[in-house]
């Protein structure tokens, strides 16, 4: 993870580390200057969303070394707080008496539940797409991390918690939509900008919240608290005895990756035009643990282009049955390989050549004779 | 426990009593109990012994149940007949798998998870591509098609066939663990593994071994149930939830803790099943284990120890 | 010299076996101390009871008039109370200076640890740190590349990041090589004074080197404490110690 590091300066340089985030945030915000395809455009967008989901999972597991099994809890309730909130702007078009969604009017509900009168604010959903998954999760990790539960256990509790809560949504069908989500939901208006799922105005509005959340991440990261987490992942109860409160560490790293998916979850329902419970569901959740072990776990930029180019290549893969079969036999055994051979994924892969490459052309420049290489003091 | 199925064939063949009710019940809670106990039995011994949580045991199960069909209408091999080659064919299996994958995570417990994970898409997606994702049908063998009067119930005589079965495979299972070289070496083992290795005990070979029996009994557990449902590539994801849960509860590292937990599940959703609707019933099970592992992480049959 | 640490009746047994079986012992402000004893007469145990690690069944501790028995580990080490292990426990996946890093808790909060500027503050503590434990030039190497002898120095400058006022250490120079043995003692030396030692040992050499006292385990009891030619020539000890070829094989 250390880059060149001169050795007067403090921390190991931030400009080497955050070179390639930036890097990728360009890439991602000129797409469109020379993909003039609307249509491609979105389905880029989709799986720039799940880039950002499969960042959050990185912090969580990568950083925190808490493997998440139901990351897609987060997603999905933010998810449908956007859906909700755009449900509730549909009224004159698909909606009963009163503003009440098709839905409810069909199950025979009479009144708007409590728990959707507040989504009528658009404000309080974009709110409460992102505090309610890092509440939720504060609320589970304060449960969980406080009696010292760890590894495994961890996973566990988190995948039946993210099922039981998809079976309630499911069961709830006069309420939540059930098996078939929140459809026909209006277009999200900010600031006068329509969010068209097909516009270039949701491309950018994605393409903003990638960096806003790999920015967060990376200082997250390179806080101190950041390092105390990775200290944590590392060697858990040592840390506790330097007198930090391991739990409230755990929480807080929890919640911020719960946040992030939150964020998600709000973004997959402008660039789907839905909701459903199949985004809380194991499917995604597990593919997200793939892409981001499969780019690396313990790199934010790795995680990120692992979900973009596996699920970009799945979905391109999709068009064919035949194909698709194959290509989860593949998955699962690029997967397997991936776990092996490369615990840190692409990215740790990527490092590795990177450092080869540099100590071979310090090596050249040292017998060259120029070993005078300039200390910067620190900056 | 969705798949440990909660139908129980069988009726009362005589007088509705409230106890008649209640006998009923108990009858259709050792039966689910026996197969949660085939099926749990060889994830138990491998994340008691191993420490692995294996999530391609589902895929061994699966494996079984196809290995019979296979056998059954191409080689017209019945059931039971078949049992001792589908044992050695899915722990051959097992064998390769930890040869040749979990041999090389050692002291990586969650990467093990994910490595069998991904073992296990790979397992399920090579049978999908092999033959088909169509139901198949096992037959259930004919000498064991009718039913049997237990306790003034008519049951399925084969229900009951498998109640004796699950109950001769563990204490197999047991005897293998505490009365033989082999069982012994690996309990050293699981004790400290440099200090066997130092009186020449092979870790690796013990290893392979227990991960392979484990798997057998997985691939038989799968043969023996394939007659009361259909055979399906995805079948395994059921299994491998209830077993585990059957784990969880019965405490790491006891075989007899898994033997009361698959009981007392087989039971308790015999009696949720009948109570509520699905739904509920699975998302009781869940907050169950949830709270379960939170309060009591070693299980609620064994002792507590110090680690 | 005032009474600072003070273990009452302590016991703990594990499974049947009792580790510590009413164990009484008082360590004074500034003091360096040895704890030595036969395999299994509980010392570390003893260690693991002060930092919390292991939770008493009976007796107390207190530590500077704190009460620590009822309290989580980290409100321990916040009180002053700092560890090195037996097996060293450093963070592997961390450079050395993140280590130390890490180690410097003087605000151990998760919010105070936010702020974009709570790791430049201690820069040049941590290269001092550095120098004072030879690893200067591997600050930025990953510490699952320190040999063993480095790792111990890398968990001692830890322990001296955290600058707690009372040290346990387990045997911190197994592992060493002669030299660096003399070059932990001679750090431990410096310490005494400022910090409160409690150090565990097996070479008699190291700990004549470094100890005022020396207090002698036996059986998980306090067995004899003195300086070490008076606990070689109590009868007690000698008696503890056959078999096993004496005090110095220990």
């Known amino acids: 993870m250390t880059s060149k590091t001169s050795p007067h300066n403090?921390?190991?340089?931030?400009?080497?580390?955050?070179?390639?985030?930036?890097?990728?945030?360009?890439?991602?915000?000129?797409?469109?200057?020379?993909?003039?395809?609307?249509?491609?455009?979105?389905?880029?967008?989709?799986?720039?969303?799940?880039?950002?989901?499969?960042?959050?999972?990185?912090?969580?597991?990568?950083?925190?070394?808490?493997?998440?099994?139901?990351?897609?809890?987060?997603?999905?309730?933010?998810?449908?707080?956007?859906?909700?909130?755009?449900?509730?702007?549909?009224?004159?078009?698909?909606?009963?008496?009163?503003?009440?969604?098709?839905?409810?009017?069909?199950?025979?509900?009479?009144?708007?539940?409590?728990?959707?009168?507040?989504?009528?604010?658009?404000?309080?959903?974009?709110?409460?797409?992102?505090?309610?998954?890092?509440?939720?999760?504060?609320?589970?990790?304060?449960?969980?991390?406080?009696?010292?539960?760890?590894?495994?256990?961890?996973?566990?509790?988190?995948?039946?918690?993210?099922?039981?809560?998809?079976?309630?949504?499911?069961?709830q069908q006069s309420y939540t939509g059930g098996f078939n989500g929140i459809t026909d939901l209006a277009q999200l208006e900010l600031f006068g900008v329509a969010f068209d799922a097909y516009g270039r105005a949701t491309y950018y509005l994605v393409a903003g919240c990638v960096m806003l959340s790999l920015l967060v991440a990376f200082a997250f990261t390179h806080t101190k608290a950041g390092l105390v987490v990775q200290a944590i992942r590392d060697h858990e109860s040592r840390v506790r005895y330097f007198g930090y409160d391991v739990a409230a560490y755990q929480i807080f790293v929890f919640a911020l990756s719960a946040a992030i998916a939150g964020l998600a979850g709000m973004l997959y329902t402008i660039v789907m035009e839905f909701a459903s419970p199949t985004f809380l569901g194991v499917q995604i959740s597990l593919s997200v643990v793939v892409w981001c072990a499969v780019g690396g776990r313990q790199s934010l930029v790795g995680a990120f282009?692992?979900?973009?180019?596996?699920?970009?290549?799945?979905?391109?893969?999709?068009?064919?049955?035949?194909?698709?079969?194959?290509?989860?036999?593949?998955?699962?055994?690029?997967?397997?390989?991936?776990?092996?051979?490369?615990?840190?994924?692409l990215a740790g892969l990527a490092q590795g050549v990177w450092r080869a490459i540099a100590q071979r052309r310090q090596a050249t420049q040292e017998v060259a004779g120029t070993v005078g290489q300039t200390r910067e003091g620190s900056a | 426990m969705r798949a440990a199925g909660k139908r129980f064939a069988g009726g009362r063949s005589h007088g509705d009593s409230r106890v008649d009710q209640f006998i009923e019940q108990i009858i259709t809670g050792l039966s689910i109990g026996s197969i949660l106990l085939l099926v749990a039995m060889g994830l138990s011994i491998i994340y008691g012994s191993m420490g692995i949580i294996n999530l391609a045991h589902g895929e061994f199960v699966m494996l079984g149940a196809y290995t019979a069909w296979l056998l059954q209408s191409h080689f017209g091999l019945g059931l039971l007949a078949s049992l001792v080659p589908i044992f050695i064919v899915v722990a051959a299996v097992g064998w390769i798998i930890e040869r040749y994958v979990l041999s090389l995570l050692n002291n990586r417990p969650l990467d093990t998870i994910l490595a069998t994970w991904g073992v296990g898409i790979m397992l399920q997606q090579s049978v999908r591509l092999m033959v088909g994702s169509e139901l198949r049908y096992v037959q259930m063998p004919p000498s064991l098609s009718d039913s049997t009067d237990v306790l003034g119930f008519s049951v399925s005589s084969y229900r009951v066939f498998l109640f004796f079965v699950a109950i001769a495979l563990f204490a197999v299972t047991w005897l293998l663990m505490n009365r033989t070289t082999v069982g012994m070496k690996l309990r050293a083992i699981m004790q400290d593994r440099s200090v066997a290795a130092s009186f020449g005990i092979n870790a690796k070979r013990v290893y392979a071994l227990t991960f392979a029996y484990g798997a057998g009994l997985a691939g038989l557990a799968g043969a023996l149930v394939s007659p009361l449902k259909s055979v399906s590539p995805d079948m395994g994801t059921g299994y491998v939830v209830d077993a585990f849960m059957v784990v969880v509860l019965g405490g790491?590292?006891?075989?007899?803790?898994?033997?009361?937990?698959?009981?007392?599940?087989?039971?308790?959703?015999?009696?949720?099943?009948?109570?509520?609707?699905?739904?509920?019933?699975?998302?009781?099970?869940?907050?169950?284990?949830?709270?379960?592992?939170?309060?009591?992480?070693?299980?609620?049959?064994?002792?507590?120890?110090?680690? | 010299m005032t009474r600072h640490l003070h273990l009452r009746d302590i016991s703990v047994s594990f499974n049947g076996f009792k580790a510590l079986d009413g164990l009484n012992m008082s360590v004074g402000k500034g003091e360096l101390r040895c704890l030595i004893g036969p395999n299994g007469a509980g010392k570390t145990t003893a260690l693991d009871i002060i930092c919390g690690k292991v939770k008493p069944s009976a007796g107390s501790v207190s530590f500077d008039g704190v009460t620590l028995e009822d309290m989580e580990e980290h409100q321990i080490a916040r009180v002053g109370v700092g560890r090195k292990f037996q097996v060293p426990s450093v963070f592997r996946d961390l450079t050395v200076a993140e280590n130390l890093e890490v180690a410097r808790a003087r605000r151990p909060g998760v919010w105070a640890n936010l702020r974009w500027d709570a790791r430049r503050a201690g820069r040049e503590d941590i290269e001092r740190l550095a120098q004072l434990v030879g690893l200067a030039e591997q600050l930025e190497q990953s510490?699952?590349?320190?040999?063993?002898?480095?790792?111990?120095?890398?968990?001692?400058?830890?322990?001296?990041?955290?600058?707690?006022e009372l040290i346990l250490m387990d045997e911190p120079t197994a592992g060493m090589t002669a030299h660096e043995t003399r070059k932990t003692a001679e750090l431990f030396v410096r310490l005494k004074g400022r910090h409160t030692l409690v150090v565990v040992e097996h070479d008699m050499g190291f700990v004549k080197a470094i100890g005022d006292v020396i207090s002698v385990m036996h059986l998980g009891q306090l067995l004899a404490e003195g300086t070490a030619a008076e606990v070689e020539a109590h009868p007690d000890v000698r008696r503890a110690y056959l078999g096993s070829g004496g005090i110095t094989n220990a």
């Open chain 1, 10 to 171: 403090g921390i190991p340089q931030l400009s080497a580390q955050i070179a390639p985030l930036l890097l990728v945030c360009a890439l991602v915000f000129a797409l469109p200057l020379i993909l003039n395809n609307d249509f491609l455009l979105n389905k880029i967008a989709r799986y720039l969303v799940l880039g950002i989901l499969t960042v959050s999972l990185a912090l969580s597991w990568g950083y925190g070394g808490i493997l998440n099994l139901g990351q897609a809890m987060s997603f999905g309730i933010g998810s449908y707080a956007m859906a909700m909130a755009l449900k509730l702007k549909t009224i004159p078009v698909h909606t009963g008496s009163g503003g009440l969604p098709d839905f409810m009017v069909w199950n025979n509900v009479a009144q708007l539940p409590w728990f959707w009168m507040p989504f009528k604010s658009l404000g309080f959903a974009l709110v409460a797409g992102v505090l309610a998954p890092a509440l939720v999760a504060a609320a589970l990790g304060w449960f969980v991390f406080r009696s010292r539960v760890t590894g495994v256990y961890v996973s566990i509790i988190t995948l039946a918690t993210m099922v039981v809560l998809n079976l309630v949504i499911i069961d």
């Open chain 1, 305 to 345: 282009l692992g979900a973009v180019l596996v699920a970009g290549m799945q979905g391109a893969l999709s068009e064919s049955a035949a194909f698709l079969e194959t290509w989860t036999l593949v998955m699962g055994a690029l997967f397997v390989l991936v776990v092996l051979f490369l615990p840190k994924g």
């Open chain 2, 252 to 307: 790491v590292q006891s075989l007899a803790g898994t033997v009361a937990s698959a009981f007392f599940l087989g039971e308790l959703s015999g009696a949720i099943a009948f109570l509520q609707n699905d739904t509920v019933a699975k998302a009781i099970v869940l907050l169950a284990i949830v709270v379960l592992i939170r309060f009591r992480p070693e299980g609620l049959f064994a002792t507590r120890v110090r680690t």
């Open chain 3, 143 to 164: 510490a699952a590349h320190l040999s063993h002898g480095q790792t111990q120095w890398l968990e001692i400058g830890m322990l001296v990041a955290q600058d707690a």
